[in-house]
């Protein structure tokens, strides 16, 4: 198994302004992934985060907006940048150590005013 | 984009009653998982069913897969209020993401 656990749990922040959101695993894995939960709504895939290469974003993302960074097996961050308040979500990492279960982090829960 | 959908959206029982929720998705498989969220925080990994399995248990939940007809089901007997939570499925094709159906908003009242 693999705990996760993301920094900052929740943020309030102004449009305009950026928030980079990190995710640390305990254990190396191999795959590790970056998903947005809009209010209500299930969750949605933004990017696959790959170890010291670019990460391979989904329809609708882009790396303008969402830059990633996945320096070692363990680690990876997200940035939302020129938030608007449409970037109000829950942000979610997960790794999974092998092709089987995905572990999830607790969220960040970001609203922009 | 979504999986699939996940049958109820909503249901309502009384503690001790058993909560049955079905999944269906579009394409095939390498397994698929079901997931619990409690009021909008991290996901909790309930079980996963690999795609040449049928059925499995963990405690007082039982999943079925059912790859002919692409569905899965999702069941918790005896119900208590800490069960309240959303639960979705998700399913992947080895190694790679997971999509994730629409979920079911589960309420347990005592």
Not at chain 1, 17 to 25: A, E, P
Not at chain 1, 60 to 89: A, C, Q
Not at chain 2, 26 to 53: A, F
Request: one cysteine or more.
């Amino acid at each position: 198994s693999a705990v996760i656990s993301q920094k900052p749990s929740r943020d309030i922040c102004q449009r305009g302004t950026s928030l980079t959101i990190q995710c640390q695993v305990d254990s190396q894995v191999t795959m590790m992934f970056w998903y947005r939960q809009q209010p209500g709504q299930s969750l949605t895939l933004i990017a696959t985060a790959n170890q010291g290469s670019e990460a391979t974003y989904e329809s609708g993302f882009v790396i303008d907006k969402f830059p990633i960074s996945r320096p070692n097996l363990t680690f990876s961050t997200l940035t939302v940048s020129n938030m608007s308040p449409e970037d109000s979500s829950i942000y979610l990492c997960s790794g999974a150590p092998s092709t089987d279960t995905q572990y999830f982090g607790p969220g960040t829960r970001l609203t922009v005013l | 984009s979504q999986q699939g959908e996940e049958d109820p959206q909503a249901l309502s029982i009384q503690e001790g009653e058993n909560a049955t929720m079905n999944c269906s998705y579009k394409t095939s498989i390498n397994n698929l998982q079901w997931y619990r969220q409690n009021s909008g925080r991290g996901l909790v990994h309930l079980i996963l069913i690999r795609s040449n399995e049928r059925e499995k248990h963990s405690g007082r939940l039982r999943v079925t897969l059912d790859t002919s007809k692409k569905s899965s089901s999702l069941l918790i007997t005896a119900s208590r209020a800490a069960d309240t939570a959303s639960y979705f499925c998700a399913t992947d094709q080895a190694g790679t993401a997971l999509i994730f159906g629409k979920g079911t908003t589960l309420s347990v009242s005592s």
